[in-house]
């Protein structure tokens, strides 16, 4: 029996939607972070990370941002800000009623990029 991909387990395109709409309404009232998005545009980053979560679990959206060194070059993001934002979307995880082993998948991906943002 094979497993479904994550993005099938996280809710496809609309569990990923109420997803990003959580992860943004926890970055932007997180005094860790929320001055990093001051001057987004919060649909054109909401679509970024829609389609970037999506192509990344399975689904078949495409990504046209850039990739994680190239979006975040410069930014001189530290570690707790990496974890700030890593926790944001852990609780919308956990919102959205997603499970622990999906909680589980989802961290070792984002510490899977964590050298491409953090003091770069
Ligand atoms: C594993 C963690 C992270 C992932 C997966 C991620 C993902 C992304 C993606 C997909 C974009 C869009 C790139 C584009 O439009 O070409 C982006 C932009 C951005 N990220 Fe991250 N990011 C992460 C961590 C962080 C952290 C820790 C910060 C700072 C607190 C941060 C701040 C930003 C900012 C300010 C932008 C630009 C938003 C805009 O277009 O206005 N990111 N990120």
Do not use: C
Request: proline share 2%.
């Amino acid at each position: 029996m094979s497993e479904a991909s994550l993005y099938e387990r996280l809710g496809g395109a609309e569990g990923i939607a109420a997803i990003t709409e959580d992860i943004w309404g926890n970055h932007t009232s997180n005094p860790l972070v929320q001055n990093r998005y001051a001057k987004s545009d919060p649909e054109h980053v909401k679509k970024q990370v829609r389609d970037f979560f999506g192509a990344g679990t399975g689904g078949s959206e495409n990504y046209t941002g850039d990739d994680m060194l190239t979006a975040h070059t410069g930014m001189n993001i530290n570690d707790q800000e990496f974890n700030g934002v890593v926790d944001d979307v852990l609780k919308a995880l956990k919102s959205n009623g997603i499970g622990d082993k999906e909680h589980d998948e989802v961290l070792a991906i984002l510490y899977s990029m964590k050298g491409d943002i953090v003091g770069v």
